[in-house]
């Protein structure tokens, strides 16, 4: 019956990751934000599309590399986890980014669905938490920002209308 369990969690998790059900996917709030609009910033709200994503994409790289590698040394708080522009640099770097955070989001996934992966062990070099701590603190902070994202996107009139 534990196997069960443990199956089922994998899979909510691996859900949970990916967005969708309760929350907007990364590909659809990503998708269609026209190049003039990447570095602007609505008015009254203090981040850009760009820093939006280059935020997620940071947090989400430490999260992963705070799991897999003893070494890991996390940026400075807060100033490590944003870009430094407004702006991405040029479309390649925007491009770079959205690819990047793909990857590791497929490699967080591929953890938690992995059965050699207890979910329920302390990562040892870590003050005491789980990795499926780690997996629900990604999904969260994805899914926080991803709604701040979507704001942005309607407050600069880049938004679908439903």
Known sequence: M?????DSLRQ?????LKGGS?????????????AKLRGQKPAGLPHSPWMLLE?????QWDILEFIRNRKHVSPDWPKGYWPRSEAPPSPAAWNASIKK?????KTMQNIVANPKTDLH???PWGEDQPILR????LADH???????????????GAWPEE
């Open 22 to 34: 309760a929350h907007t996917r990364f590909e659809e709030v990503i998708a269609g934000i026209p």
């Open 142 to 156: 994805n899914a926080y920002h991803l709604g701040q994202l979507v704001d942005v996107r309607r407050l600069l």
């Open 101 to 105: 955070f793909r990857q590791d989001l």
């Open 121 to 123: 062990a302390r990562i």
């Open 134 to 137: 780690e997996a629900l603190l």
């Open 2 to 6: 534990k196997h069960d369990h443990e």
């Open 55 to 59: 935020h997620m994409r940071i947090a």
């Open 12 to 16: 909510h998790l691996t859900e949970l």
